[in-house]
């Protein structure tokens, strides 16, 4: 295996990929680290950044382990949404701490940028970051080098300081110009692109964090799906439209229920029991759900197919579960007994 002289937290973000350019100038080798989650990364775009800027990267799965800080609650707190980035930063290094052996590597960098972000980028967050993750002799941010105290790797001669930068604060000009100076060909948009920074998406995953204890995290990649209905401890996930139909084919586990429409065009949609029954009892994943539940939640999909509405009559829905299939007969959008909700945003 080829070894490298550092590891870098590579989010495909423009400041991610500046600070890996910077060491790489300095004729290091640079291994960019894409840690991905149900949150976050980006897997189906590594090949093209590898290509575009040429930079190494290596994507690290770390959904299951990364869920435990939303599970039992961030440490140093949440940020405005669902988002614990000082926590997160803190546990992304730590990983990439494990991996430095792996690869032969002696530090890692990572490009935050002093005074960027009012959560983890102010100067004393930047400090107990590195702290908590215990990367004081390994660490490197190569973006605002110049405003922190020399790192080992500087007072070694490993890296150059004076070629180190000097940026802070929120604009991004400085990055901007630095992009042109290194011919990059694409620029990505400031756009954070981590879900857990946006209410529409946080909110989808606030019954998985309250109502169910364990969930893992094949059931917060289905709770980016579609529209969200919850009936208790009873979870709907409904197609929008064709790539969410496959999304929910590809992520069905064989105990979770499959809805489709047998005469007319529908979505899709994937039932999951999941959660605590009211007595606190745990619910088993897989549990079959009771017939009033099913003829319920096929009337509710029902309701998303226009022509079925039209019909006015019972449509025939096919449901599959444990490989095996049957269909019931209802009518679409018939006044459930079911109270089906759609998560709202109220994080407590
Ligand atoms: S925005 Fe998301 S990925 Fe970025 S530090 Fe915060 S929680 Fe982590």
């Known amino acids: 295996m080829k070894n490298y002289d550092a590891l870098a937290l590579f989010s495909g973000g423009l400041d991610s990929i500046l ?27 590594v090949a093209h950044w590898q290509e575009l800027y040429s930079i190494p990267v290596k994507i690290v799965d770390v959904a299951e382990e990364y869920l435990r800080i939303l599970q039992e609650g961030p440490k140093f707190g949440w940020g405005k949404v669902l988002n614990p980035c000082v926590d997160c930063k803190i546990f992304m290094l730590k990983k990439a701490k494990e991996l430095l052996s792996h690869y ?27 702290r908590e993750a215990d990367v004081k002799d390994v660490l490197l941010r190569p973006l605002c080098a110049k405003h922190l105290d020399p790192t080992p790797m500087e007072e070694s001669g490993l890296v150059e300081r004076d070629k180190l930068l000097g940026i802070s ?4 000009k400085e990055q901007l110009r630095l992009a042109r100076e290194f011919g990059l060909r694409e620029i990505p ?8 920074t946006d209410k529409e998406s946080a909110k989808r995953y606030l019954p998985l964090l309250q109502r ?11 709770a980016n799906v579609g529209r969200q209905y919850w009936a208790g401890n009873y979870w709907l996930s409904i197609g929008r439209d064709k790539n969410d139909n496959q999304q929910l084919l590809r992520l069905a586990k064989d105990s979770d229920y499959i809805f489709k429409l047998k005469d007319f ?23 079959d759900w009771p017939e009033e539940v099913i003829l319920s939640a096929a009337s509710l999909v029902c309701g ?6 039209r019909s006015k009559r019972k449509v025939v829905v096919e449901i599959r ?28």
Not at 110 to 122: D, K, T
Not at 212 to 222: Q, T
Not at 304 to 309: M, T, V
């Open 104 to 130: 032969g590597a002696k530090f890692i960098i990572s490009g935050e940028v002093l005074g960027q972000r009012p959560m983890s980028q102010r100067r004393d967050a930047l400090y107990l970051i590195r």
């Open 169 to 172: 604060g929120r604009g991004r």
């Open 321 to 348: 579960k444990d490989k095996e299939k049957r269909a019931v007969l209802v009518l679409p959008e018939d006044g459930s007994s079911m109270d089906w909700q759609e998560p709202r945003w109220e994080k407590g």
């Open 265 to 287: 065009p529908g979505p899709i949609a994937l039932g999951r029991s999941a959660g605590k029954r009211e007595s606190g009892e745990e619910e088993r994943q897989g549990e």
């Open 212 to 222: 169910v204890k364990g969930a893992e995290a094949s059931d917060f990649y289905l």
């Open 189 to 196: 948009t400031p756009a954070g692109g981590c879900l857990l």
């Open 19 to 45: 600070a890996v350019k910077v060491v790489q100038k300095q004729g290091l080798d640079v291994l960019g680290l894409h840690f991905v989650s149900p949150f976050f990364g980006h897997p189906d775009k």
């Open 304 to 309: 998303f197919s226009p022509k079925a509405r």
